[in-house]
């Protein structure tokens, strides 16, 4: 079993689900001054984007704006899934304990390159009305923004619940087949998937997926950072917000196609919002999709 650590441990070590939520309410409180707080990225990072077969990486989950944001304590009562997928797929839950930063440490099972994706189940929000419409228009959610206005609710706070499904592309050291592994879905409610390599295409054309059929009209964009050193990420919480570098809306086939022109880290991302199928708990659902992965790492 390649997973060096693949035992099963007790779930509740430290931190337990009220103080894991403080830690989070918390820390979207502190984010929160710059941009609404329902609109922060959400992504997924490796110690090292790239790595050979063996060789130990962990990954770690992070919130903030434009590439800035803080490390996430696991959230064991919000899992869904969270899984690696190379030659096969592995369930990683059993190696992350509530409360662990980073979330979960492995060996990569070949040279191939390796997708670990992530899924939440829901959480609530409430904006007041000028907030929920300003960040309906920051995140290009016309749809839902339109049928406020036109159900006479810009008075009306914006219930929400939300639920992540980020994933991240670790890049292998094989020549062969090192791309086609994150060309493939993961099975997320909501999940980008590109149609080309990642890590060369100077333009990545990328399909949009909602519950695996094509997603149409939905706003992608990317942000772009450079790397510490190598393969390795830079401290999120030291290095300073970004804006997008590009954007685009999806066609009626689900796709849209992305400026990728530096080398450094890459965080695709997009949202969708539909009305709440409980409206006891909120008028509106979303979901949050992002891929991370890093170019102009090379091969050893």
């Known amino acids: 079993m390649?997973?060096?650590?693949?035992r099963r441990r007790p779930r509740h070590r430290g931190a337990g689900p009220m103080v894991i939520r403080w830690a989070l309410a918390a820390g979207?409180?502190?984010l929160s001054a710059a941009e609404p707080v329902a609109a922060h990225?959400?992504?997924?990072?490796?110690?090292?984007?790239?790595?050979?077969?063996?060789?130990?990486?962990?990954?770690?989950?992070?919130?903030?704006?434009?590439?800035?944001?803080?490390?996430?304590?696991?959230?064991?009562?919000?899992?869904?899934?969270?899984v690696l997928t190379a030659a096969r797929t592995l369930d990683l839950s059993p190696l992350a304990l509530n409360g662990d930063i980073p979330w979960a440490g492995f060996e990569m099972p070949d040279a191939e390159g390796a997708v670990v994706a992530y899924q939440s189940n829901f959480a609530d929000i409430e904006l007041p009305a000028a907030e929920f419409d300003a960040y309906l228009e920051l995140e290009g959610l016309s749809g839902p923004r339109a049928?406020?206005?036109?159900?006479?609710?810009?008075?009306?706070?914006g219930r929400?619940?939300?639920?992540?499904?980020?994933?991240?592309?670790?890049?292998?050291?094989?020549?062969?087949?090192?791309a086609s592994r994150v060309m493939k879905p993961s099975?997320?409610?909501?999940?980008?998937?590109?149609?080309?390599?990642?890590?060369g295409a100077a333009e990545l054309p990328v399909r949009v997926l909602w519950h695996g059929r094509p997603l149409a009209?939905?706003?992608?964009?990317?942000?772009?950072?450079?790397?510490?050193?190598?393969?390795?990420?830079?401290?999120?919480?030291?290095?300073?917000?970004?804006?997008?570098?590009?954007?685009?809306?999806?066609?009626?086939?689900?796709?849209?196609?992305?400026?990728?022109?530096?080398?450094?880290?890459?965080?695709?991302?997009?949202?969708?919002?539909?009305?709440?199928?409980?409206?006891?708990?909120?008028d509106w659902e979303s979901w949050w999709a992002s891929l991370t992965l890093a170019r102009g790492v090379g091969t050893r």
């Open 160 to 178: 929400e619940r939300y639920a992540r499904c980020p994933k991240v592309w670790i890049q292998g050291t094989a020549e062969a087949g090192r």
């Open 41 to 82: 990225e959400y992504w997924l990072a490796p110690s090292s984007y790239r790595a050979a077969a063996g060789e130990r990486v962990s990954v770690t989950a992070f919130v903030g704006t434009g590439f800035r944001g803080e490390p996430i304590p696991y959230p064991a009562p919000r899992v869904v899934r969270f």
């Open 217 to 282: 009209g939905v706003l992608v964009r990317a942000w772009n950072t450079a790397l510490a050193s190598g393969a390795s990420p830079r401290d999120a919480a030291a290095r300073d917000s970004v804006g997008p570098a590009s954007s685009a809306r999806t066609d009626a086939r689900g796709e849209a196609r992305i400026a990728l022109g530096q080398p450094g880290e890459w965080m695709v991302s997009a949202v969708h919002m539909v009305p709440s199928a409980d409206r006891r708990e909120a």
């Open 147 to 157: 049928a406020r206005a036109r159900l006479g609710q810009r008075a009306v706070p």
């Open 2 to 6: 390649p997973l060096a650590s693949w």
């Open 28 to 30: 979207f409180a502190l």
């Open 187 to 199: 099975g997320l409610p909501l999940e980008i998937v590109p149609l080309r390599d990642p890590t």
